[in-house]
């Protein structure tokens, strides 16, 4: 049976965000910091799975974006709270992307395609390089596998909030990733890890995360990062 994703409360991972305290809500900032200059330079964009649309609402009006979603709770929130001229969100059914060939500069599918069967990350994905433009770029963020995620995941699975035993379908390494964007016809595909300590430093000081997150050594953190980071373009 698979999951049911109307259950999860709507605007839940806006709030945690919003929250700006604790470990949690670290991670999230800390990830959309490294997605945000993923796309830099990328003005028309697509965010495939956008949830209560967070991530389009950390960006500045230089990009115009466009936030899709399954659920219509959830993308009415965004609307609510993040609708504006330079940004849309718009209730759109599983299969091919209402948009027509070339419509965007870069595409982004953030902790998205461990919910899905690996066919349907490929037909997805597919779709995704079909509305890029030329020298557009796509940016996929996913759960580490290889690293030490399971066992985080485990962590929060019996003391967090949302429980994601039923939801992460598809679990993905640095090489079956690079491996899904290459297939889907991305050239320049690179993939590597990232967040590591800093998130957690959270719990004692806020501001301390972030210098802890620059002073990592990055190949470090490339290669055991708990969430992987993979770009590729057309």
């Known amino acids: 049976m698979s999951f049911d994703y109307t259950s999860i409360p709507t605007g839940y991972y806006d709030e945690v965000f919003e929250r700006a305290h604790g470990v949690q809500s670290k991670w999230h900032h800390l990830k959309y910091d490294r ?50 001229p330079h940004r849309r969100f718009e209730t759109i059914p599983a299969g091919p ?13 953030i902790e998205l ?75 320049e595909v690179r993939v590597e890890g990232y967040l590591f300590a800093a998130p957690f430093v959270a719990a004692l000081d806020w501001s301390l995360a972030d210098r802890v997150a620059a002073l990592e050594p990055s190949w470090f953190v490339r290669r055991v990062g708990f969430l992987l980071i993979a770009t590729g373009s057309v």
Request: aromatic share 6%; net charge positive; with cysteine.
């Open 97 to 109: 992307l209402p948009f027509a060939p070339g419509s965007f500069d870069a595409v982004t599918a």
């Open 113 to 187: 395609i461990e919910h899905l069967p690996e066919a349907k990350n490929e037909e997805l994905l597919r779709e995704a390089v079909r509305v890029l433009r030329p020298g557009g770029k796509l940016v996929v963020s996913t759960p580490n596998y290889a690293s030490l995620w399971p066992l985080l995941e485990a962590m929060v699975n019996r003391l967090g909030a949302v429980s994601y035993a039923d939801q992460h379908i598809t679990h993905y390494s640095k090489r079956s990733l690079a491996a899904l964007m290459t297939r889907v016809g991305l050239r």
């Open 35 to 84: 997605i945000r200059a993923a796309i830099a330079g990328h003005p028309d964009h697509l965010d495939i799975g956008c949830g209560p649309g967070t991530f389009i609402g950390t960006l500045k009006a230089e990009h115009r974006s466009t936030g899709i979603d399954l659920a219509e709770p959830q993308i009415a929130y965004a609307r609510s709270r993040y609708g504006a």
